[in-house]
């Protein structure tokens, strides 16, 4: 079983900012493809940002967005932490959600598909984020 931790979120004012943490074990940090999904209330589950690493052609790391927030939020990771980030600059009322860390699992790539929830064997239990007007 593999056990996702998130912490980071909180209430705050249009246009601020707040990091999300997703700590986990070392070998899924280090090899598997891992996303940000976040969920308002009577929302479906929307993949914010992915993260992948493709191990068998060594092209590196991947990130991908959603459209809502490109140029405004940053996913990352440290491996020496065993975390991965999601940094969350000038914030708005529409990103008021529950934020959740996934992961496919150790060695995994997700590709292309990387938004779709279905793609993810793991999952967190939640951080809030709330942006006020």
């Known amino acids: 079983q593999v056990q996702l931790v998130e912490s980071g979120g909180g209430s705050v004012q249009s246009g601020g900012s707040l990091r999300l943490s997703c700590a986990a074990p070392?070998?899924?940090?280090?090899?598997?493809?891992m996303a940000w999904f976040r969920q308002a209330p009577g929302k479906g589950r929307e993949g914010v940002a992915g993260?992948?690493?493709?191990?068998?052609?060594?092209?590196?790391?991947?990130?991908s967005y959603a459209d809502s927030v490109k140029g405004r939020f940053t996913i990352s990771e440290d491996n020496a932490e065993n975390k991965l980030y999601l940094q969350m600059n000038d914030l708005k009322p529409e990103d008021t959600a529950m934020y959740y860390c996934?992961?496919?699992?150790?060695?995994?790539?997700?590709?292309?598909?990387?938004?779709?929830?279905?793609?993810?064997?793991?999952w967190g239990q939640g951080t809030q984020v709330t942006v006020s007007s």
């Open positions: 996934a992961t496919r699992g150790p060695y995994s790539y997700c590709s292309d598909s990387w938004y779709r929830q279905e793609v993810y064997n793991y």
């Open positions: 070392g070998h899924i940090i280090k090899t598997g493809c």
């Open positions: 993260f992948n690493r493709d191990l068998t052609t060594n092209r590196g790391v991947t990130t």
